[in-house]
């Protein structure tokens, strides 16, 4: 399948962290993921975030093939531990996408957890053992 996404400048940057747990989470997604892309939809936003190893881009389901918003250079190897916030920088491409910033990071979180579970259930395997007669 292919996806076109456009941009337009940018109307701002700004520099910003994001809580462990869904960075991490994040990289779950991206590792079991077979191409190196995931494509997650945040439905309670009606937005689609596109994830691979360079940025997580987020579009709004009634412009499809518009991103809205950018999160790009994150430096997880600038904390010094696996649990403490990873600098990125937020890219805003909308007037609409800077009062979104706060609604999406708790949204992303969110359905993030929901994946990464469906993916364990699936992946959790086991050993059916045979009777013995």
Do not use: C
């Amino acid at each position: 399948m292919e996806l076109s996404l456009y941009r337009d400048e940018a109307l701002g940057i700004e520099p910003r962290s994001l809580r462990a747990q869904t960075y991490n989470l994040g990289h779950v997604l991206w590792a079991n993921s077979a191409d190196g892309v995931v494509f997650l939809p945040i439905r309670q936003m009606q937005f689609l975030a596109i994830l691979d190893a360079q940025e997580w881009v987020f579009v709004d389901g009634m412009k499809k093939h518009f991103i809205e918003l950018a999160w790009q250079k994150f430096h997880p190897q600038a904390r010094s531990n696996i649990d403490e916030a990873v600098p990125f920088e937020a890219v805003f491409y909308t007037e609409a996408s800077l009062p979104l910033m706060s609604r999406l990071e708790s949204a992303i979180h969110a359905a993030l957890v929901d994946a990464v579970k469906r993916i364990r259930r699936i992946n959790r395997g086991g050993v059916v053992l045979p009777f013995k007669r």
